[in-house]
Nanobody
Framework: QVQLVESGGGLVQAGGSLRLSCAASGSIFSINAMAWYRQAPGKQREFVAV???????SYADSVKGRFTISRDNAKNTVYLQMNSLKPEDTAVYYC???????????????WGQGTQVTVSS
């Protein structure tokens, strides 16, 4: 079994910054892509950013230039640095990782429990 635990959410004023972390633990052979998604009240979950095992990055247009995703492979951890936050960034942020648990196993998609980010105007 694999667990993803997010941390770093909270309340911040518009224009401020937050850094989210997500640590993967458990039976891990390898981790492929690691990503962040978010879900605002009354809206569907949406993609925010992804980083591949090789370091390739992709961002949603709404966060480009403001958010930076990174990972520490030694710690099985992905980060999301969020700068110039806006009230519309308010959402529950979820970590997502594609994990292979054994050498011959297939990759499986795992989700964290989510962390609340609230940006006040």
């Amino acid at each position: 079994q694999v667990q993803l635990v997010e941390s770093g959410g909270g309340l911040v004023q518009a224009g401020g910054s937050l850094r989210l972390s997500c640590a993967a633990s458990g039976s891990i052979f390898s981790i492929n892509a690691m990503a962040w998604y978010r879900q605002a009240p009354g809206k569907q979950r949406e993609f925010v950013a992804v980083i591949s095992s090789g370091g390739r990055l992709s961002y949603a247009d709404s966060v480009k230039g403001r958010f930076t995703i990174s990972r520490d492979n030694a710690k099985n951890t992905v980060y999301l640095q969020m700068n110039s936050l806006k009230p519309e960034d308010t959402a529950v942020y979820y970590c997502n990782s594609v994990v292979t648990t054994t050498r011959m196993g297939s990759p499986v998609n795992y989700w964290g429990q989510g962390t609340q980010v609230t940006v006040s105007s």
